[in-house]
């Protein structure tokens, strides 16, 4: 009979996995406690102790395991603000530059965004970076706007990827921005002008682990967007068709709102495919598995609603509707119109007076 005795300190784990395999094989053991330390005296045969032994030096923690080092992308220094403004701002547009990059994302409204080297029109669902040490402005186009913004420090070159034309976000993205630049703005307050400074800081009553919060935060948003931008699609898994089906459904409900929002414009394949960032073949493919429609079969599906409506509620010519529309001329448009609704715009012009004297009839 042999006398196993294992002793190891509470902060060593190693030993403890060799004690952890040594109480799994034998029953029989004693147990000594003190403040800083464990003894095991285990009573063994000669066999179970050279099994013991033999196992315990497979957890003798001498092998070497590769560490896999964090070589951040994007590496959040500082917060600066943090807003949700939901009506237009007063404040007269002029170039601003910062020593600070700023994130803007549009809920409402129509803005223009203007760098030196371009103007870009955002509109809702829609983001645009501004980046420290560069000059640009932006302004709103319409009565109503609502707008959410959060400033921040990160000198990673990775950044470079968001800057010039605004681009639409998916479902998650939006939720993952709106989260952190509102809990951004909960935990913060404005610095009182008479410091000296401007901007936010963290609220005396708030642990700095939620800060780390939102700077994790923040960073995983960057890394969605980077890696949906360069096409990386190493952060889904195959087997979640789920989440993939969701996703193309958040993509196909903001082109569908896309297209209804810009009827004035003559979009086509290549051009929508290039504002939401995805091949052609990947947004036909996508959006015909939702719809059962092609996207400008859609598309022209919407321009002949409005046009109908509008024949039927405005005093405008045809050639007037067909430029607010987007068709290159009446003569086209009266093509399309005739295909899609099985009659020519005056047919249907005479067709929804019709229509409207025999309502007045009936009220009458």
């Not at 294992?6 to 109480?23: E, G, K, Y």
């Not at 406690?33 to 033999?54: D, E, G, Y």
């Not at 409204?109 to 203007?114: F, N, Q, R, S, V």
């Not at 800081?201 to 960073?219: C, H, I, K």
């Amino acid at each position: 009979m042999f006398v196993l005795h294992i002793r190891f300190m509470f902060f060593d784990s190693r030993l403890t996995n060799q004690a952890f395999v040594s109480i799994i094989i034998i029953k029989r053991f004693s147990l000594k406690v003190n403040a800083k330390s464990v003894s095991f005296f285990i009573h063994l045969s000669p066999l179970r102790a050279r099994k013991v032994i033999a196992l315990s030096q497979g957890f003798s923690g001498k092998e070497t395991y590769n560490k896999i080092e964090n070589a951040k992308t994007f590496d959040i220094r500082a917060l600066s603000t943090a807003y949700h403004f939901p009506f237009k701002p007063s404040f007269e547009p002029c170039f601003e530059v910062y020593d600070f990059s700023q994130i803007i994302f549009v809920t409402s409204g129509t803005a223009i965004y203007t760098t030196e080297e371009a103007e870009y029109e955002v509109r809702p669902g829609m983001m645009f970076y501004r980046p420290a040490g560069k000059r640009s402005m932006y302004r709103w186009e319409t009565e109503q706007a609502s707008f959410a913004l959060i400033s921040f420090v990160c000198p990673s070159e990775a950044m470079k990827t968001f800057e010039g034309k605004p681009f639409l976000l998916c479902e998650e993205e939006r939720a993952t921005l709106l989260d952190l630049m509102r809990t951004a703005a909960r935990i913060c307050e404005p610095v009182k002008r008479t410091e000296g400074i401007r901007g936010m800081r963290l609220r005396s009553d708030v642990p700095s682990v939620v800060l780390n919060f939102v700077y994790a935060s923040l960073e995983r948003f960057l890394i969605m967007v980077y890696c949906r931008l360069h096409r990386i699609e190493l952060l889904v898994d195959e087997s979640q068709k789920v989440n993939r089906h969701m996703d193309d459904v958040g993509l196909i409900n903001d082109l569908k709102r896309y297209l209804s929002e810009n009827l004035s414009l003559s979009l086509t394949v290549a051009s929508i495919a290039e504002h939401f960032l995805i091949s052609q073949t990947a947004l036909k493919q996508k959006f015909r598995k939702e719809t059962g429609q092609g996207v400008m079969e859609y598309f022209t599906f919407l321009k002949i609603q409005k046009a109908k409506q509008m024949i039927s509620s405005s005093s405008k010519s045809f050639t007037e509707i067909s430029e607010e529309l987007g068709f290159s001329s009446v003569n086209y448009f009266s093509k399309v119109f005739k295909k899609e609704v099985g009659m020519t715009p005056t047919e249907y012009s005479k067709y929804a007076s019709k229509r409207r004297l025999l309502a007045e009839v009936e009220d009458a």
